[in-house]
């Protein structure tokens, strides 16, 4: 489901943060990501109601978010879109063939306020979305504050039914 | 050097309530050997053995997680040290199992064989590292690693195993994951 670009529009780090919470999410996995660090990792990172873990490459994170999965833990993993192509493989196995609910939350670096993804001119966004196409995995454009509300559903949704999710940030949260 | 399956022998009689964390050639020999409804078996994407283990090490905190990781395998994750060392769970206990060799994979050599495991994990934050290259020097020591608090690293010496096929798709079958999480949520 992807909601068209606002060339107008803010993004708000808070709103995603609490809804973050509201899907019962107790950890967070990240790699850094210029595009979401200061908007989501600092609040988060300062925040009581998760535990930051940092890990050194983002795959990492998503053997982490399994294994937490199984014992009844909900992880959100916040990356770049560099490190989601990164990870493909774990992805491709842990989300994908062994339908583990890896809910990620990927910040698309550098795109042009006002334009979708697949048109973007860099040739790293134009891909992102098609390879979660391809791959099954649901996924959910987040420009804007009116896009936050899919958060939580979705994330709850990814654990009832065990499997993935993408939320592609698209304008830097602030 | 030692014998994988005599040590594997060695160290299933002591398992209580443990998690296991199995991967690839280590796994094999697990499986048959100790099918257990707390095995977890790592398959798919290799090296993310130890991660799994921090994440089931993390969510339950009351149980000693046991990962028997592989040096190839290591090799292909290795900031999962730095990462243990930073997030310290005291119920973790990672071995690795180091023949040298991507024996999984048809037993070709290591970039490099003579990799010091133990100086890396030292220099990821991991205090408590072992290196064991004799079997009595083995059960020896493990009383310690059921028992001390982690992180612990353990640098098994092994002499490489059989090359014959594996079964990842039964170990990783769904009645397996679901008797897992059976037994984690009992």
Known sequence: ?174 | MMNRTKCLQTLAPHLKDEIVVATYSTASEWVEMSDRALNYYSFGAMGLASSHGIGLALARPERRVIVLDGDGSLLMNLGTLVTIGAVAPKNLVHMVWCNGSYEANGGHPLPNREVDFCAMARAGGIANVRRIESHADFEAQLPAILTEEGPLFVQMMIEQGPLGPRKYDDMYKAERRQRLREALNA
């Open chain 1, 1 to 174: 489901m992807v909601a068209p670009a606002q060339a107008t529009g803010v993004l708000h780090g808070a709103p995603i943060i609490k809804a973050v919470k509201e899907a019962g999410v107790s950890h967070v996995l990240s790699v850094p990501d210029i595009h979401t660090a200061g908007g989501l990792l600092t609040p988060i990172r300062s925040d009581p109601d998760f535990q930051l873990i940092r890990t050194c490459k983002e795959d990492e994170a998503f053997g982490i978010a399994a294994g937490l999965t199984y014992g009844n833990k909900r992880a959100l993993i916040l990356i770049q879109y560099t490190g989601f192509l990164y990870s493909m493989n774990a992805i491709r196995a842990i989300a994908c063939e062994h339908k583990q609910p890896m809910c990620m939350m990927i910040g698309l670096l550098s795109k042009e306020v006002g334009v979708a993804p697949q048109d973007s001119k860099k040739f790293g966004l134009r891909i992102i979305e098609p390879i979660l196409d391809v791959m099954g995995v649901e996924r959910h454009y987040i420009d804007a504050d009116e896009d936050v509300a899919v958060i939580a559903p979705a994330i709850m949704r990814a654990y009832e039914n065990s499997h993935p999710v993408a939320m592609l940030i698209g304008r830097k949260p602030v």
